[in-house]
């Protein structure tokens, strides 16, 4: 089954220039196009393009995407090379998640103090003098 641009672009919520920005890219090595010229982007096409989203999300810059899929495309004997860049990268992906557990628990402190404080500043307004 293929898919026009228009349907990746519905199925992934990235608009059209971004899909083609990502082939243009290298990003997307694969992509078919009929007769035509149009793109027609496959099951396979649309995996990687999870995984690219997926690693951008997580702080992957393009820059590093480009050479994991290069790496791809080179085949098997490249798989040590790409597990140990996803093991770093994945390993700053756990920092990430730390420090933003620590702001979390910050704001939630913050919430606390800032509910508490308000309810006696109601609670002096109601009161008799």
Same mark, same amino acid.
């Given at each position: 089954?293929? +898919?026009?641009?228009?349907?990746?672009?519905?199925?992934?919520? %990235?608009?059209?220039?971004?899909?083609?920005? +990502?082939?243009?890219?290298?990003?997307?090595?694969?992509?078919?196009?009929?007769?035509?010229?149009?793109?027609? +982007?496959?099951? +396979? $096409?649309?995996?990687? %393009?999870?995984?690219? *989203? *997926?690693? =951008?999300?997580?702080?992957?810059?393009?820059?590093?995407?480009?050479?994991?899929?290069?790496?791809?495309?080179?085949? $098997?004997?490249?798989?040590?090379?790409? *597990?140990?860049?996803? #093991?770093?990268? =994945?390993?700053?992906?756990?920092?990430?998640?730390?420090?933003?557990? #620590?702001?979390?628990?910050?704001?939630?402190?913050?919430?606390?103090?800032?509910?508490?404080?308000?309810?006696?500043? %109601?609670? %002096?307004?109601?009161?008799?003098?």
């Amino acid at each position: 089954m293929f +898919y026009s641009i228009k349907q990746v672009s519905e199925k992934t919520a %990235l608009p059209p220039h971004v899909l083609r920005y +990502y082939e243009n890219e290298g990003l997307l090595p694969s992509i078919a196009r009929n007769r035509n010229g149009i793109r027609r +982007y496959s099951e +396979y $096409d649309l995996e990687w %393009l999870g995984l690219i *989203c *997926c690693l =951008k999300n997580t702080g992957m810059s393009i820059k590093q995407i480009k050479n994991f899929v290069a790496l791809s495309v080179e085949g $098997d004997g490249t798989l040590k090379e790409r *597990c140990d860049m996803l #093991r770093e990268h =994945k390993k700053n992906v756990e920092i990430q998640i730390q420090e933003m557990q #620590r702001y979390l628990e910050k704001v939630t402190h913050k919430i606390e103090y800032f509910t508490n404080q308000y309810k006696q500043s %109601l609670s %002096l307004e109601g009161a008799v003098p």
